[in-house]
């Protein structure tokens, strides 16, 4: 069964940070790529980052570079998303996904077949 599943989210006040895991099985893990997405309150989901599955490879959206950080450690099958610099527009439910396909990089919601439960990053003072 295929299964990802995030963890690290919480309450953190603004400038705070937070890492966000991504823990999947089920699948050769270091044959996909793996992208991050968020979803904030009445608003679209939205793509943020994504890596290759080396690791080589990594994309940020503009609305999180320089703040954000992927990365992956494909011998514990898992990816993390380092966050800093929070601020209260990060808030949404975080979510991982895996590639439909392993030669697809980007981060087109329709190219992602399996996701995570999501975990929840509220920022607030």
């Known amino acids: 069964q295929v299964q990802l599943v995030e963890s690290g989210g919480g309450l953190v006040q603004p400038g705070g940070s937070l890492r966000l895991s991504c823990a999947a099985s089920?699948?050769?893990?270091?044959?996909?790529?793996i992208g991050w997405f968020r979803q904030a309150p009445g608003k679209e989901r939205e793509g943020i980052s994504c890596?290759?599955?080396?690791?080589?490879?990594?994309y940020y959206a503009d609305s999180v570079k320089g703040r954000f950080t992927i990365s992956r450690d494909n011998a514990k099958n898992t990816v993390y998303l380092q966050i800093n610099s929070l601020q209260p527009e990060d808030t949404a439910v975080y979510y991982c996904?895996?590639?439909?396909?392993?030669?697809?990089?980007?981060?087109?919601?329709?190219?992602?077949?399996?996701w995570g439960q999501g975990t929840q990053v509220i920022v607030s003072s």
């Open positions: 890596i290759s599955s080396s690791g080589i490879g990594t």
């Open positions: 996904a895996k590639a439909r396909l392993s030669n697809y990089f980007g981060l087109a919601g329709g190219a992602y077949d399996t």
């Open positions: 089920g699948f050769t893990f270091s044959s996909y790529v």
